[in-house]
């Protein structure tokens, strides 16, 4: 499985970006596919995953203010980020799981990640 990221850029506090992942590959194997972020000196941390099983679920720091969204003709995922802020900048990655043994392991993907900066 391969994962693009794109839609990252520099953005003002309150605007709006929107990033996608598509993915290629053996696709039909992922179960979750989501989004997660990293900022200097801190740990990677989730953001947004997508399952047709579980359906949504977002981290507490962007509840309410992104979206995420699914184009299954596309094979791409889509993250709509809103009311943006200062503390939302950092490299985001795009991330697949393949869930097996009775779901209690996972392969992942990342993506190469894209920058999103969020001037005060």
């Known amino acids: 499985v391969q994962l693009q990221a794109s839609g990252g850029g520099l953005v003002q506090a309150g605007g709006s970006l929107r990033l996608a992942c598509a993915a290629s590959?053996?696709?039909?194997?992922?179960?979750?596919m989501g989004w997660y972020r990293q900022s200097p000196g801190k740990q990677r941390e989730l953001v947004a995953t997508?399952?047709?099983?579980?359906?949504?679920n977002y981290g507490d720091s962007v509840r309410g203010r992104f979206s995420i969204s699914r184009d299954n003709a596309e094979n791409t995922v889509y993250l709509q980020m809103n009311s943006l802020k200062p503390e939302d900048t950092a490299v985001y990655y795009c991330?697949?799981?393949?869930?097996?043994?009775?779901?209690?392991?996972?392969?992942?993907?990342w993506g190469q990640g894209t920058l999103v900066t969020v001037s005060s």
């Open positions: 590959g053996d696709i039909s194997s992922i179960n979750v």
């Open positions: 997508i399952s047709s099983v579980t359906g949504t």
């Open positions: 991330k697949a799981e393949h869930l097996y043994d009775m779901g209690l392991r996972t392969l992942d993907y």
